[in-house]
């Protein structure tokens, strides 16, 4: 039995941004085209923010009312906007529930496309402080 990983250009990508010396600016992205705006405008990561994300499906404050399926249908979109190796880091919130959702959530974003994940060590309710 053999294994193939693919390879994710864009998570290659975001590993080089992070070794080089200086600040990386990286702005929020919460649907396909504010992912390809970001990318045109010259900047070399972007991140979805599930504030963001919140806001602009729900129009309502990052509290976790949105769920992994609806933060990972715009994260795929999200990836797919932007140009192949251009990195998307996704906001997990805290993978969304316990360990074994965790690791879906895990799975689900690098099947997306994304190039890394934030993912917060806290339960519910959430701690946030913007809301």
Do not use: W
């Not at 769920?67 to 140009?83: K, L, P, Q």
């Amino acid at each position: 039995l053999t294994i193939v990983r693919r390879v994710n250009p864009s998570a290659e990508t975001l590993r080089s941004l992070l070794a080089s010396p200086g600040i990386v600016q990286a702005p929020c992205a919460h649907d396909a085209l504010s992912a390809a705006l970001i990318e045109r405008a010259g900047f070399k990561l972007a991140f979805m923010s599930g504030f963001c994300v919140s806001a602009a499906r729900l129009a309502l404050p990052d509290t976790g009312l949105i769920s992994y399926g609806e933060m990972e249908d715009t994260g795929r979109h999200i990836c797919e906007a932007v140009s192949p190796g251009f990195p998307v880091i996704g906001d997990a919130d805290d993978g969304y529930g316990n360990a074994m959702n965790a690791k879906r959530t895990v799975r689900g974003y690098a099947r997306a496309g994304f190039a890394g994940i934030l993912m917060e060590d806290q339960v519910a309710p959430k701690a946030c402080g913007h809301t």
